[in-house]
C-alpha cells in the first residue's frame, strides 16, 4: 500500500468510498486488501480453483467499483461486495449446470457460537491448526454446496444470520438449518478448533496481485466514475 493511501486505512468502509466518489479513485485498493480474503473464501468455497476465484474476484471488484454510488449503507459493505461475487459466481457456475436451491424446513437448536473460533495463537497450535486447516478445507469440498456456503460465510467470513441471508437471498430460518446441517457434517471428521485465517488461505502476494490487476483495469477505462447518472 502506498504512502498516499496508508493515510486512510483507519478511515471506515463508509469514508473511504465517499472520498472515491469525490474522486479519490486510488483510495480503493483499501478496500480490494479489506475485502481480498472474504472474496477468496466465497469463491473456493462456492467450488472454483484459485486462479478462477481470482478471475471472479477481479470482475467482483470493477463491477463493485463502477456501482459504488448505488450502495445505500443499508448493509455491511462486505456484505454487499459479496452479494456482487455470488452474482458472479452464480452466472459462472450457471455453464455447468448449476442447479437453482430448494426451500428447507425451519432450524432446530441453532449453534450460534462460531465452531472455528480460535481462541489460542501460540505457535505449536497455529501449526496443527495449518496442517488441520487442510482437512477442513477438503471436508467442506465433499459437503453439499448450500451447506458449503452457509458455513464459509457464517463461520470464515464473519457474517451475521441476516447478513448471510441477505447476501445468499435465502431467509434466516433457512441460514441457521444449513449452519447447524453444515457443522453436523464436518464436526464427525473435525473436532478441533481451527482459525478461519488458516483455510482457504489468500497470502500478501495474492493480494498484491489481485489489487494490481484491478487498479490497472480501472486505469486503462480511465477511472470512469463511479457516481450514478
Request: proline letters at 3%; aromatic letters at 10%; a neutral charge.
Amino acid at each position: 500500500m502506498g504512502a498516499e493511501t496508508k493515510q486512510f486505512s483507519a478511515y471506515s468502509d463508509i469514508e473511504i468510498i465517499q472520498q472515491i466518489i469525490a474522486g479519490e479513485v486510488k483510495l480503493y485498493e483499501i478496500l480490494i486488501r479489506r475485502l481480498n480474503p472474504v472474496l477468496f473464501k466465497t469463491g473456493r468455497a462456492y467450488g472454483f480453483n484459485h486462479a478462477d476465484t481470482q478471475d471472479l474476484m477481479q470482475e467482483t471488484y470493477v463491477a463493485a467499483f463502477y456501482n459504488l454510488a448505488k450502495f445505500e449503507n443499508r448493509s455491511a459493505f462486505k456484505t454487499w461486495v459479496i452479494s456482487i461475487m455470488l452474482r458472479q459466481c452464480f452466472h459462472k457456475k450457471q455453464k455447468l449446470s448449476f442447479k437453482n436451491e430448494q426451500p428447507v424446513e425451519a432450524p432446530q437448536n441453532e449453534l450460534t457460537v462460531p465452531m472455528f473460533q480460535n481462541n489460542n495463537s501460540n505457535a505449536e497450535n497455529l501449526l496443527v491448526n495449518k496442517e488441520l486447516g487442510h482437512v477442513l478445507e477438503n471436508a467442506l469440498g465433499k459437503i453439499p454446496e448450500d451447506y458449503r456456503m452457509v458455513f464459509t460465510l457464517r463461520e470464515l467470513n464473519g457474517l451475521s444470520v441476516i447478513e448471510t441471508a441477505d447476501a445468499l437471498t435465502i431467509t434466516e430460518s433457512n441460514v441457521k438449518v444449513r449452519l447447524n446441517r453444515a457443522k453436523k457434517l464436518l464436526r464427525s471428521e473435525i473436532e478441533k478448533m481451527y482459525s478461519p485465517d488458516e483455510i482457504f488461505e489468500f497470502n500478501l502476494v495474492y493480494c498484491d496481485a489481485i489489487v494490481e490487476r484491478v487498479m490497472k483495469q480501472l486505469a486503462d477505462s480511465n477511472y470512469m466514475s463511479p457516481i450514478v447518472a
